[in-house]
């Protein structure tokens, strides 16, 4: 039997439409990411709707990892219950592709976040103004915009703040508050000389140093200067003494996601 040029097109333009309509569906086994808000839970399932407005649905086991990031390098992060996964609760997974939703292998979420979802759940903070705010933010979680930056040098085997460091410091000081919604982060580093673990201490006390000038000097609200990471030598230190290497970057940040639903 033969077809006709218009029904073959027919048939085509359907295997098209079929074939696009099952790619959306990840296949059993696949590894993927799913930033976004849980809606609802129900015992081990999570209900989350993403970037995309999209539902999701996120199974969670023993096995999975669940960690509370307390620092905007997501360096620093505390392990948590799987009663912290509240409706209302920004998350990032990795999951793994499983029927028609998710198994997680992973599950991560900021510290401030779930504070506000404990108030909406608690109904200590307006529900309906923290949920709009949820929704507004949800497309920026987690993205950051640097508004000012400064790097601050440091002699060799020191963490003492030089002067011009210093006025580096209070310039970027000045800026912040003036700024709403700010944060400070920070990365301490070395150069290649010495060994890893002494390195590594000192990374930490350089970041600690401007962490504590920033608080006492810069007059600064010590929740919006984040705790420092000590990141060891800097990966363009190249071998041996590298001034440029022994430093602490700083940057004056805003969440995106917070500074999009700010009044």
Do not use: C, W
């Not at 219950?81 to 900021?110: C, R």
């Not at 510290?111 to 529900?127: I, L, M, N, R």
């Not at 209070?170 to 709403?180: H, I, N, Q």
């Not at 990966?235 to 001034?243: E, I, K, P, R």
Request: glycine residues 10%; proline residues 3%; hydrophobic residues 40%.
């Amino acid at each position: 039997m033969k077809t006709s040029k218009p029904q073959n097109m027919m048939l085509a333009t359907a295997l098209v439409t079929i074939l696009a309509a099952t790619s959306a569906f990840a296949a059993d086994g696949d590894k993927s990411k799913i930033k976004g808000l849980i809606t609802a839970v129900d015992g081990n399932t999570l209900t989350v709707k993403d970037g995309n407005n999209a539902v999701q649905t996120i199974t969670v086991s023993p096995d999975t990892k669940l960690k509370k990031t307390k620092g905007l390098t997501g360096v620093i992060h505390s392990k948590v219950e799987p009663g912290a996964l509240i409706p209302g609760l920004p998350i990032s997974a990795d999951v793994v592709a499983a029927g028609s939703g998710f198994n997680a292998t992973e599950i991560s979420f900021k510290s401030e976040d779930f504070k506000t979802a404990q108030q909406v759940e608690a109904g200590v903070a307006p529900t309906s103004a923290l949920a709009n705010a949820n929704a507004q933010r949800i497309d920026d979680f987690g993205t950051y915009e640097a508004l000012a930056t400064a790097e601050v040098l440091f002699a060799s085997g020191s963490s003492k703040i030089s002067a011009k460091g210093k006025a580096d410091l209070d310039a970027l000081a000045a800026k912040a508050k003036e700024t709403k919604n700010y944060q400070i982060v920070m990365q301490g580093f070395t150069d290649s000389t010495g060994n890893p673990e002494a390195n590594q201490r000192l990374s930490t006390a350089r970041g600690a140093a401007v962490a504590n000038y920033l608080r006492q000097q810069g007059g600064l609200q010590p929740g919006r200067v984040r705790a420092p990471a000590g990141m060891g030598v800097a990966a363009d230190a190249g071998s041996g003494s590298n001034a440029n290497a022994r430093k602490v970057d700083v940057k004056l940040v805003v969440d995106k996601g917070v500074q999009g639903g700010a009044k």
